[in-house]
């Protein structure tokens, strides 16, 4: 207990940059590292809720919305974490499922930046 | 005591401390085919169908599709007088409503079906529905108010069935739209102004096996290829239903109908667990293909449509079927007995293993809560 609440460093702050996802592992957990675009970090448990994928090796999308058949916009402003094998997108803001009800959601761990320096707490 | 009539009696009694029950697939028949339609034809039109001899008196499908006991009515069914089976509006009442006190039937018409979606030419398809709806109107409609209609429109002019539908639509009695459905998926475009029309009118879309799907191209296709007789193609019809709920739902046609509400005939239900399972989860990972699908398609499915109960198929344990329907949602399901065919179900025999709260709903509440009745 103690060691997931002593903070490790991933890497320079300079290192994460919106749009990516680096693969750190910290006590034995493999951890992505996000940049959002709104400048904060995520760190995600690399296991996806649904059927156990890295989900880390997916890729960071937005939200497509539409008004009726046919109308197609994208809404590039939110982060968006889709998984590489069924494709569930979680929002990288609350962790939950962007279009489904279910109690399951993205393991996030505490991170902060320090003097150029970024930490995670797993 | 023959067994027909205790199983008359035994309804009788079930159904005056219990149930009110409204049968959702009904088939009058023309009682001389085409012939019936003469006075409702324009005097062009009647010329050239009796010069064609195009008197239609069934479904003309070739000997392979033939039902192998040679044809699809009950011939109990038949008139004290001998006429065809359904062809009468008040043998009809005696013989189902006033024996299974049925408080109402939702009557649609089987040779509309096959004429109407490919047997004849798109013009003559459009003359026909007119006629085939004027006679149901005034012959069947007015001789009971307990007969509701299912009023057919010539889906391969989807402006003219729409134009159909705004010409029939406000008989009180007229409680849906029969599409007779062509070679393509419900979802498609092509529908939209029948769609747009049945929406105006706060009617149903009402779809029901056409008894020729699969036999003649331009009708929905099941498989490559060609069945190899009644029974190998009637066993695999609820593909049909089964295409269309899954196109219409991912299409965003519900979305853009918001109030329009699907009547499944004959298609079955028991597939849908399967279906909407595979959906549900499929639309989680591939949502942003149809962004304009906008719930889990199973929300959807539960809003906005009803199948009916026959040809009811299930396991023989009573206890399995009660698990298969509380799996589905009892809500998504309307009795029928698809009289007079021969593969029909009546009310005594009919799904008694259900709670009473999920009788009421299958036998009425649910087609009241779609239909005009």
């Known amino acids: 207990m103690a060691q997931e609440t002593t903070p490790t460093r991933v890497g320079k702050s300079s290192d994460f940059e919106p749009g990516a996802i680096a693969l750190v592992e910290i006590n034995g957990r493999e951890i992505g590292i996000i940049r959002l675009q709104s400048g904060e970090l995520r760190a995600v448990l690399n296991y996806c809720p649904h059927k156990g994928a890295p989900i880390c090796k997916g890729f960071i999308g937005g939200v497509w919305q539409s008004s009726g058949p046919g109308d197609l916009s994208f809404d590039a402003s939110q982060d968006v974490l889709v998984c590489p094998w069924h494709g569930f997108e979680f929002s990288l803001d609350s962790g939950r499922e962007l279009c489904w009800n279910k109690r399951s959601r993205l393991r996030f761990y505490p991170v902060h930046e320090a003097e150029g320096d970024v930490f995670v707490s797993a | ?373």
């Open chain 2, 1 to 373: 005591m023959s067994t027909d009539t205790t199983l008359a009696s035994d309804t009788a009694h079930r159904l005056k401390t219990e149930l009110r029950i409204f049968d959702c697939d009904v088939h009058p028949v023309p009682q001389a085919g085409l012939v019936s339609l003469t006075p409702y034809l324009p005097a062009a039109w009647r010329e050239r169908f009796a010069r064609k001899q195009a008197v239609h008196d069934g479904l003309n499908v070739p000997i392979r599709f033939k039902h192998p006991n040679g044809s699809v009515v009950r011939q109990d069914a038949r008139t004290p007088e001998g006429l065809p089976p359904a062809s009468s509006p008040q043998h009809l009442v005696a013989d189902l409503i006033e024996k299974h006190e049925i408080s109402g039937a939702l009557l649609n018409c089987f040779e509309a079906g096959g004429l109407l979606s490919v047997q004849a030419s798109t013009e003559e398809s459009i003359v026909l529905a007119a006629a085939f709806n004027d006679l149901f109107i005034e012959e069947w409609l007015s001789v009971d108010k307990r007969l509701k209609y299912a009023a057919a429109v010539p889906t391969q002019d989807p402006v003219a069935a729409a134009a159909e539908i705004r010409r029939v639509g406000k008989h009180p009695q007229v409680c849906a739209i029969f599409i007779p459905l062509v070679d393509l998926m419900m979802g498609h475009r092509y529908y939209w102004p029948i769609y747009e029309a049945c929406q105006e009118l706060d009617l149903p879309v009402f779809i029901h096996v056409t008894g020729i799907e699969s036999i003649f191209t331009g009708t929905p296709t099941m498989g490559p290829g060609t069945f190899d007789g009644y029974l190998e193609r009637y066993t695999v019809i609820p593909q049909i239903g089964m295409v269309n709920v899954n196109s219409l739902i991912l299409s965003g046609a519900l979305e853009r109908f918001p109030r329009l509400n699907f009547i499944f005939a004959e298609y079955g239900f028991l597939w849908l667990p399967s279906l909407l399972f595979r959906m549900d989860r499929t639309w989680r990972g591939l949502r942003h293909e149809t962004p304009w699908v906008k719930k889990p398609p199973s929300e959807y499915l539960h809003e906005r449509f009803l199948f009916t109960t026959q040809p009811l198929d299930g396991p023989d344990n009573p206890l399995h079927m009660q698990q298969l329907i509380a799996m589905l949602g009892h809500d998504v399901i309307c009795f029928s007995t698809d009289y007079p065919h021969w593969d029909n179900d009546m009310p005594g025999t009919t799904l008694r293993m259900l709670s009473d709260d999920a009788r009421r709903s299958v036998f009425y509440d649910n087609a009241a809560r779609v239909l005009r009745i």
